[in-house]
């Protein structure tokens, strides 16, 4: 059918999407690990130097030429999910291993987008578009034909992202659509099935309505569950990307003015070293959540059945 044709083409699209923020982001940490182990081989340098003149022991020298190995050995596998990783895009894309290498090279590897916010969340409405959703949807229009339901009934107006709590659920009133209450966002309380509160109550008297009935049912609430995970999930990533951040500026603070400090003579260079080694690390931590972040965005998408996802309105300038 046509949902489930859109189905593969929305899996195929995050996969290629999730495939994409992998490679780019370990391309930034390869870059950054070369940074610390220049930074490290330099400071490995000088403590050679001193321990040729008796201002280092051989322990500490050894220490440090350990800590350089061990970040030397991170390189072969970050190299290794490269290849792969763009092997892979290539695989998605129909092309050949190494046909899209200028496309893909880490000298193209973009800053992270800015992305939306959703703590607000999302309407409801998002979630009809869900493959699984209109299948089932399909299915229970064509079961219930001669009743005549009209879609907008099936979806009342929500917003999606905070909590939702089941107030009672009978599987044995399943003839009178059941009475399951959602507690959705901060103060809004909704009947998905209202057992005739809003409207007159529908009686499925055939087997395969019920069927069709408890099938919609179920694929709305595990796709509203489905959404919810992948927004909190995404939500606490941000919270986590936004703390690395002011991290990652304090760090490269410190190693401003350690550079001051010791261009005036106030400190040695080991000391700017080990201020710029603690900088790259904060950014390698800011790279990886900033990853993590685009990949809950993508998989924000994919719950939501693919298509355009708005921004809350309280963002102005997310993409």
Do not use: C
Request: glycine share 6%; no cysteine.
């Amino acid at each position: 059918s046509a949902a489930l044709l859109d189905q593969a083409r929305v899996a195929i699209a995050s996969e290629l999407a999730g495939a994409y923020v992998s490679l780019r982001t370990t391309q930034r940490l390869l870059r950054l690990t070369r940074d610390d182990i220049d930074a490290l081989t330099e400071r490995t340098r000088l403590m050679a130097s001193r321990q040729k003149h008796g201002l280092v022991n051989d322990l500490d020298l050894e220490r440090q030429r350990l800590e350089l190995t061990n970040l030397e050995a991170q390189l072969p596998a970050l190299l290794e999910q490269e290849a792969q990783t763009k092997n892979r895009i290539g695989l998605l894309l129909g092309l050949r291993p190494g046909e899209l290498s200028e496309e893909l090279a880490a000298t193209r590897a973009l800053n992270a987008p800015v992305l939306p916010d959703y703590t607000l969340g999302l309407p409801s409405e998002l979630a009809s578009r869900r493959p699984d959703i209109r299948a089932a949807e399909a299915r229970l229009h064509q079961a219930t034909a001669a009743i005549g339901e009209a879609q907008a009934q099936l979806y009342p107006s929500i917003r999606l992202g905070a909590r939702a709590g089941l107030e009672s659920y009978q599987a044995a009133k399943f003839g009178e659509w059941g009475t399951r209450l959602w507690s959705i966002g901060p103060s809004l309380d909704l009947p998905i099935f209202d057992d005739g509160r809003r409207r007159a109550t529908v009686t499925l008297r055939e087997l395969r309505q019920q069927e069709a009935a408890i099938d919609f049912q179920h694929t709305v609430l595990r796709a509203w569950q489905e959404i919810d995970d992948a927004l909190t999930a995404y939500a606490a990533e941000q919270q986590r990307q936004r703390r690395l951040s002011i991290k990652a500026q304090s760090s490269a603070d410190v190693y401003r003015l350690a550079t001051v400090r010791e261009r005036a003579g106030l400190s040695d260079f080991l000391t700017v070293i080990d201020a710029q080694r603690t900088d790259i690390q904060a950014r390698r931590d800011l790279v990886s959540s900033e990853g993590r972040a685009q990949a809950q965005f993508i998989a924000v998408y994919r719950s939501l059945g693919g298509g355009p996802v708005a921004a809350s309105s309280s963002v102005g300038n997310g993409s």
